[in-house]
């Protein structure tokens, strides 16, 4: 019988990363030239295109009606029209952006490669630097991160950071590669370094982080899920039946949640992690995304192009019709469309069509 050791589904995770541009650095940074490098992405504005829509993308979310996507080259779309139309929005960098969320439809922040942390207050219309990796190395650590177990102290800086939460306009987290784990209480001004507060001393990548109810999760690879009950000032370690990695983090505020990442796996638990059950998701590849219809539903979405719709009363996970590319990042429209990402750009899903043709297979 072949079992597949953890390091190998490290570097598998890793693989599946760096096909959809999710892990790694853009070019490495080196703080004693940054300022005299004109190609250095960090100091380069991204570039306006043509075929945006095809643009290689990572994530996309709402702020409000409207919709933001993230991706390669620092690229930034925005659609008021649920999808149908998109406009590049102006970013001061071109580094690989991997993740993107909003506190409220103005406010909003984007991380990605090199430790980028931007920051819009007009609905993503415009952004600024707020961090990078080389400014990352002089931050302020909390006490307790000193410890000898602890990751890494000082980052290197062309680390990625690969996803982003804030839990108001002011109290937010960032999660990366090597156990980075940041936090600010100032909207993005100042951050610290805290990843002590996980119980990570391998200083494990942290690919995802979401807020569901009053429960904070950080999911990341080797298996690993945290949950906090204080706003993130402490994380216990949860047990799960996996040890591959977990690429994210979805479900409601009512206890439910699914954690989903490498070779189609996904479990679900109704009573905030203490216990798991396979979800029923059985992928052709890794589950990259994920997204709450407003019924409370969760949708899939995976490398290998796989879109699945939870069934009613969070049942079991059901293939949606329709062919489709593969895909990195999942949200729905006002309309109630499904709007993914990917590397092929922008794919629009209607999901009244997908769960009729579903239904009948």
Known sequence: MLTMHPHILRRSALAVLLAFGLAGAGAAIDA??????PLDPLLRPAASGQHIESSVLIGVTRAGSRLVAVGESGIVLISDDDGMGWRQAAVPVSVTLTAVMFATPEKGWAVGHSGVVLATGDGGLTWTAQLDGTRMATLAVEPDDQAADAPPAVPNAGDPLLDVLFLDEREGYATGA??????????GANWTRVPRRLPNP???????IRALGDHLYVVGERGAVY??????????????????????????????VV?????????????????????????????????VLPDGRMVLVGQAGDVQLQTAGGGNFIAMAGKHPPLSGVAVGSNGNLVAV???????IKLADAMTGSATQ
């Open 227 to 256: 949950v906090s009950q204080d706003r993130g000032a402490t994380f216990t370690a949860l047990t799960t039946p996996y040890e591959g990695s977990f690429f994210g983090v979805a479900g409601t505020g009512a206890g439910t």
């Open 178 to 187: 090597f156990g980075m784990f940041l936090h600010t209480t100032d909207g």
């Open 202 to 208: 391998d200083g494990n990548h942290l690919y995802g």
């Open 259 to 291: 954690v989903y990442g490498l070779q189609g796996r996904a479990f679900a638990s109704g009573d905030h992690g203490r216990t798991w059950q396979d979800a029923g998701a059985g992928g052709a590849g890794a589950w990259t995304g994920a997204t």
């Open 342 to 348: 990917g590397p092929r750009g922008i794919h629009t």
């Open 32 to 37: 004693g030239s940054t300022a005299l490098d």
